[in-house]
């Protein structure tokens, strides 16, 4: 399940259409799922506009702990992050925090 009051948007991304756009406004974004593995798919850019997210697992901070799509590298292209990676399926529960700027989670990626 997603939980967040952050709106869809288009992207121009020929793989991603749509980001859930995470600003500090819009506030937090929550994934729970039934699952041993999860990644999240963000886009990266080297424009200013492009934010940080910090990030827990089951209520621990993630390492590390920020997310930032902000990057010299970054021209549009989605890039993800293993939030966790379990030899067992249990019940996760992932938090996006917006800190700054714009942050567009292109997708989640579950495994059972």
Do not use: K, Q
Not at 57 to 86: C, H, K, L, M, Q
């Amino acid at each position: 399940a997603v939980e967040t009051e952050a709106p869809l948007v288009p992207r121009p991304h020929p793989y991603y259409e749509n980001a859930w756009l995470l600003t500090p406004e819009s506030g937090a974004l929550t994934v729970t799922a039934n699952c041993r593995a999860l990644m999240l798919f963000y886009e990266t850019h080297s424009l200013p506009e492009y934010g940080r997210c910090s990030v827990s697992a089951d209520g621990a901070p993630f390492t590390p702990p920020v997310i930032d799509s902000n990057s010299i590298y970054g021209w549009g292209n989605a890039r993800f992050a293993v939030i966790i990676s379990e030899d067992a399926s249990a019940e996760h529960t992932v938090r996006l925090e917006p800190e700054s700027g714009s942050f567009y989670l292109l997708g989640i990626g579950i495994c059972e």
